[in-house]
């Protein structure tokens, strides 16, 4: 439905439209769900960030269609008096403003904990204060290992869903010592979830924590030396598509034994928006939001890629498509890494009914078509540049 009049929830009721402040808006999840607010609801939407070139194409005066229903705002949360006002002025905030790349964790730990925790602060207080309601992005990274990951390597428990499914109200959270500062993130977003939840339980806020696992597609992160810095590390699935694009190895960390269960950032934001239009059945909750189906080793997924971006290239992969590298050389001192994350899906099951539907092969193909597309040429006139001797 183009304007999505007529929507009904859940429950058979009618979704009065809405004025959403989504901070965090210019970023890869804030782009995706700002384009289904506008494409499939009647929804208005605040766009807070300190960049927009993802939704840009949403906001230029000639889509009018949309221009009415999404506004910008280039404001830095740490220092803008503006926020709170916004905030006010919203039925409902969501915040996905953070720093979240792993090479960041370690290297900037100031920064990632300010961003994380003390950043997001002020977002909570105005919501608790003002009656809002708040959807908070925290992170599946809160579980840090499993328990089975404590276990000798041939120990038949490790086979045992109870040592490695990850469930919101039953699992711990197992992070490393101080100095495996990696944990950074995982720690600070813990505590403003912990925080989120006091909010609830001592002041009434009406609240949703959402933990997504990996969640993958177009527009994620940049290509180092294209639209972002030559020397940056993004998340796996942008240094992958770089080496592909480069034609390089993909480096494997620690010989890419990590298990991670990747998900469609479209299927992903189906959740979202579920939980946007069903505050009664949302509020109060934690959910995990991945695909349990999609398990691969960081090893099959460097495998998996090179194969996908074969076919929707036709270029043939080169003759020794991946390469080791310790974590220390490719993240520095302080790298640690979650070994295992299947996310447990009773409670958005029960609450909103919700399933993941698309395949890692599947994704994989529409996600590396648009790299493709997207990058190559960019790359090769970068390439080809000759070298400032
Ligand atoms: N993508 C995933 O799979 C994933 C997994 C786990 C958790 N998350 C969480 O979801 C949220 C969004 O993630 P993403 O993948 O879209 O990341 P992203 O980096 O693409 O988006 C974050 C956005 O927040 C903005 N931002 C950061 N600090 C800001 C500030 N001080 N003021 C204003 N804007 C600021 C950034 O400019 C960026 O556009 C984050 O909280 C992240 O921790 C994402
Ligand atoms: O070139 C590379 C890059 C990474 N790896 C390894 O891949 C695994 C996944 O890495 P990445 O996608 O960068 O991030 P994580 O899954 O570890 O953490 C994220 O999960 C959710 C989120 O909170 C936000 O997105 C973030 O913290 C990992 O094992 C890397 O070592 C590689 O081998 N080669």
């Avoid at 289904?36 to 840009?56: G, R, S």
């Avoid at 730990?109 to 003002?130: G, H, M, R, W």
């Avoid at 992070?175 to 006091?198: H, T």
């Avoid at 770089?242 to 990590?258: A, F, I, Q, T, Y």
């Amino acid at each position: 439905m183009a304007n999505g009049a007529g929507r009904l929830d859940l429950d058979g009721r009618p979704i009065k439209p809405m004025t959403i402040c989504m901070i965090g808006a210019g970023g890869f999840i804030g782009s995706h769900l700002c384009e289904k607010l506008m494409n499939e609801t009647p929804h208005k939407v605040l766009a807070l960030d300190v960049y927009n070139d993802k939704i840009k194409h949403l906001l230029e005066p000639g889509t009018s269609q949309w221009a009415e229903r999404i506004q910008f705002h280039r404001i830095n949360i740490k220092h803008d008096s503006r926020l709170e006002g916004l905030v006010k002025m919203a039925d409902l905030t969501i915040n996905l403003a953070a720093i979240c790349t792993p090479a960041d964790y370690n290297t900037r730990p100031l920064d990632t904990i300010y961003s994380n925790f003390i950043d997001a602060l002020p977002v909570v207080k105005y919501c608790s204060e003002n009656n809002k309601r708040l959807i908070h992005f925290s992170t599946c990274e809160v579980y840090g290992k499993t328990i089975g990951s404590f276990l000798p390597k041939d120990h038949p428990l490790r086979q045992d869903p109870d040592f490695y499914v990850l469930k919101e109200d039953t699992s711990p959270c197992i992070f490393g010592s101080i100095e495996k500062q990696r944990w950074s993130y995982a720690c600070a977003k813990q505590l403003i979830e912990r925080l989120v939840y006091a909010e609830g339980a001592e002041n009434g806020l009406e609240f949703t924590i959402v933990r997504p696992f990996n969640w993958i597609g177009p527009r994620m992160d940049f290509i180092p030396g294209i639209d972002g810095p030559s020397e940056g590390v993004p998340r796996v699935l942008a240094c992958f598509s770089n080496n592909l694009l480069r034609r390089e190895p993909l480096k494997l960390v620690d010989g890419g034994e990590s298990q991670r269960t990747f998900i469609y950032i479209k299927d992903a934001i189906e959740a979202v928006l579920l939980m946007i239009e069903n505050p009664e059945r949302a509020n109060g909750h934690i959910f995990n939001v991945g695909n349990p189906n999609n398990e691969v080793t960081v090893r099959q997924l460097a495998e998996m890629m090179t194969q996908v971006y074969s076919k929707v290239s036709g270029e043939t992969a080169i003759e020794s498509p991946t390469i080791d590298v310790s974590s220390k050389e490719f993240y520095g001192e302080g790298y640690d890494d979650s070994d295992k994350r299947i996310p447990d899906m009773t409670i958005i099951n029960r609450q909103l009914g919700w399933n993941p539907k698309t395949s890692l092969w599947d994704l994989l193909e529409s996600t590396l078509t648009y790299q493709h597309r997207t990058y190559a040429e960019a790359v090769k006139k970068a390439t080809s540049k000759p070298v400032a001797s």
